[in-house]
């Protein structure tokens, strides 16, 4: 279970920033058992760290992934905001999508709405077998932007696994940035 996400943490040991899993395998994660099928895997580092990540990534084949578009990145040159997503693959085909995050003033920073915050001291949990992933609340706002089928089973899977401060956030996150969320149905009773 979570072999994925193991060759992920052994390739991430060398890497000297944080880093933690995000997306779908987080939420499967915080579960603890795999809930769905997945395409990929994320990571997420911060984007102070790019000098890090260039290092890690430097004998890759690696994409900015930009509005439907792959522009190869060229090590050197730092990523500025809005982009915040890199594609990375070796030619033993495999393949790590990394996604880069705000952060400030000891606190997660949500790069579509900087009002909305997190604690970095506890933005993250850590699995049974010790894979860093990003907190479920965090990822279930991210998914909130653009829901997909399965973005609205991995909250539903991950519901009964939140507890009350994750689930107050999120709905208050939820508030905050998309009133109409259906997901505030859920989250408000």
């Known amino acids: 279970m979570f072999d994925r996400c193991l060759q992920v943490k052994d390739f991430m040991e060398s890497y000297s920033g944080k880093w933690m899993v995000a997306g779908g395998w987080a939420i499967d994660l915080h579960i603890g058992e795999e809930t769905r099928e997945h395409e990929d895997i994320e990571v997420a580092v911060f984007r102070d760290e790019q000098t890090d990540l260039a290092s890690l990534l430097a004998d890759w084949d690696v994409y900015i992934a930009q509005e439907e578009r792959r522009q190869e990145w060229d090590l050197n040159d730092p990523i500025e905001l809005p982009i915040h997503e890199i594609h990375a693959s070796r030619q033993d085909g495999e393949m790590l999508e990394v996604l880069l995050n705000e952060r400030s003033k000891g606190r997660w920073v949500y790069r579509r709405d900087p009002n ?44 009964p696994y939140l507890n009350e401060h994750q689930k107050e956030w999120l709905k208050q996150a939820l508030m905050h940035s998309q009133r109409t969320h259906p997901w505030l149905e859920k989250l408000l009773y």
Not at 135 to 155: G, Q
């Open 116 to 159: 909305l915050s997190f604690p970095l001291s506890m933005m993250n949990l850590q699995s049974e077998q010790g894979i860093p992933y990003l907190n479920p609340e965090i990822v279930l706002l991210y998914k909130a932007k653009h829901t997909r089928d399965k973005d609205h089973d991995d909250f539903n899977y991950v519901f």
